[in-house]
């Protein structure tokens, strides 16, 4: 279960190496912005080395490689994709031709590598107002892509606004992208909570997210990761219901009843799915009926 993500800067061997000791359920091996130009070649090679000697062994391993319109970024590939990582992420995503560009390249890799063709999943991050406008289509241009990521600092820039914590200003692009990745099937990401003093007020930007459908969200601080955690694992209350909605259901079709009521209120399909995805994530992180 992917809740949270911690970026990590491809030029701190001091954080890489400890990078599945802080609690996040993936971290981003960055060698996009939090890298200077000067350092890109040792940050790759750092990052190459970090994920096949230390492994990462109890968390997803995703590296952000540079934008399509530099020239690192297929270098970033070459040294990457045959040491297996989970997901690249590719910045500044703006459409299904960024996609398709990339599944070409990776299935290039792959091949010469002999790999499985479609192993290496994207998580293309949407950072611009063209790319919220073609999410949609981003999601749905390779089954490679496994989820969206929205990346709240740059769309701000592009938007010409100031980037707040109350966050009005990038609400419709997190509404829009979720919108978007249901669609199309594959889950999706919020944008990092930047001020890293501001405890309280990351565990209500995470808990909004949440509430808009996000998957999990993403952080640049290990402080974050935990609150991160709490608010995108269902509570105990939420656990107790849904396996009462299942209860309810089950009990209901082995006596033939085709109208369910739970506490006075009825029990519909949209209803037991929200339980069913409950009761999925609880026990994926060993929450499950035993557990209570």
Known sequence: MRRSMLFLPGSTPNKIINGDAMGADAIILDLEDAVSPEEKDAARIL???????????????????????????????????????????????????????????????????????????????IETALGVENAFEIASASQRVKALFLGGEDLSADLQCRRTKEGNEIDYARKRIVCAARAAGVEVYDTPFTDVNDDEGAVRDAEYARSLGFTGKASISPRHVDPINRAFSPSTAEISHAYEVVDAITAAKAQGRGVVALHGKMIDAPVVARAERVIAAAEALGLGREAR
Request: glycine share 8%; proline share 9%; net charge negative.
């Open 47 to 125: 990052v190459r080395n970090a994920i096949r000697d230390l492994g990462f062994p109890g968390v997803e391993v995703i590296v952000r490689i540079n934008a399509l319109d530099t020239p690192y970024w297929q270098e970033d590939l070459d040294e990457i994709v045959p040491l297996k990582p989970d997901l690249i992420m590719p910045p500044k995503t703006a459409s299904a031709k960024d996609v398709r560009a990339l599944d070409v390249y990776l299935t290039k890799l792959e091949r010469a590598s002999g790999m499985a063709v479609g192993g290496v999943g994207l998580l293309p991050l």
